[in-house]
C-alpha cells in the first residue's frame, strides 16, 4: 500500500489571484506577511496568528500585496477521513495557538535552509495536527498584536521603549510576559525576527545584502554580517550561496 500524501513548501504569494483544487489537503501557515485566502467562497485574512486548511477538492485561492511567506503542507486526503482531524475540516480558518506556533516557527527555520527530511516531517506533521485540533486556542497574549507587526516591518526603529508603549506595558512588564511567554528578552526576540527575515529575503530575492540588512533593521551591512556570524556561523553571501547551491523544490 502506498503512503499517504505529504509534502512541504515554502511560499510566496503575488497580487495576482489564481484559483486551484486537488485531490489532497493543504494547510496554509503563515510565517511572515499577510495572505488573503478564498476556499469556496468563504474568505479569511492569514498572518503568522492566523492558519487555514484547504479541504481535499476544494477550489481556494490566494493573494497579497505585501511581503509574505508560508509554509504549504500538503496532506494525503485518507488522513482525515475519520479521526479527530476531521474537525479541523469544519473550521477552515484557524488561530494559532502558542504551541503550534511555536512547532511552526521550528519547521519555518528548517525549511528556510532546506528541505526536511521525511522522517522529520513525518514526526512534525501529527504532532502539529493534533496541536491544531485540540480546540480554539486561548486568548492571544498581550504581546500577539506587538509580534505580528513586528514581524510585517522588522526594519522600523523598534527600541524596548517603543514595543513597551506599543503593547501599553512598563519596560519591565514588557521583558516579563516575553520571559513567560517566549522564555526570551524582546531585544533577542527581536534580533532573532530581523535574521529570520533577512535571511527569507538573501534566499528569496536579488536584493543587494545592504538594502536587506537596512530593510530588515539592522544599521549597516556590517551589522547584519556580525549578527548572522554570531548566531549561525555564517555570512550573508554564504547563505545566499549555500541556498542557490541548494534550492528547494519549485513552487
Known amino acids: 500500500m502506498a503512503a499517504p500524501l505529504l509534502d512541504l513548501h515554502l511560499r510566496s504569494y503575488g497580487e495576482t489571484r489564481f484559483s486551484d483544487r486537488h485531490a489532497y ?7 511572515s506577511g499577510e495572505v488573503a485566502l478564498e476556499i469556496e467562497g468563504r474568505q479569511g485574512r492569514l498572518d503568522p496568528l492566523h492558519a487555514a486548511l484547504v479541504a481535499p477538492g476544494a477550489w481556494h485561492s490566494q493573494c497579497s500585496p505585501v511581503a509574505n511567506q508560508s509554509l504549504i503542507l500538503d496532506v494525503g486526503a485518507a488522513s482525515f477521513e475519520q479521526g ?10 484557524t488561530a494559532i495557538g502558542p504551541a503550534a506556533r511555536k512547532l511552526v516557527e521550528f519547521m519555518g527555520i528548517m525549511a528556510a535552509t532546506q528541505p526536511p527530511a521525511p522522517s522529520v516531517l513525518q514526526g512534525w506533521t501529527p504532532l502539529l495536527l493534533d496541536t491544531l485540533t485540540l480546540g480554539t486556542p486561548r486568548p492571544a497574549s498581550r504581546l500577539a498584536a506587538l509580534l505580528a507587526r513586528i514581524e510585517a516591518e522588522p526594519g522600523l526603529p523598534w527600541t524596548t521603549e517603543e514595543m513597551a508603549r506599543t503593547v501599553g506595558v512598563s519596560t519591565s512588564r514588557l521583558h516579563a510576559l516575553f520571559r513567560l511567554e517566549h522564555d526570551t528578552t524582546p531585544h533577542d526576540w527581536l534580533l532573532a525576527c530581523r535574521l529570520r527575515r533577512a535571511c527569507e529575503w538573501l534566499a528569496g530575492t536579488g536584493q543587494a545584502v545592504a538594502a536587506i540588512a537596512l530593510a530588515a533593521g539592522f544599521s549597516e551591512q556590517s551589522a547584519l554580517t556580525r549578527a548572522m556570524r554570531r548566531a549561525m556561523d555564517t555570512t550573508p553571501a554564504a547563505y545566499r550561496r549555500r541556498h542557490r547551491e541548494n534550492p528547494s ?3
Do not use: I
Request: without cysteine.
Open 84 to 93: 479527530p482531524w476531521q474537525r479541523l475540516l469544519e473550521r477552515p480558518f
Open 249 to 251: 523544490k519549485p513552487q
Open 25 to 31: 489537503a493543504q494547510l496554509v501557515l503563515p510565517v
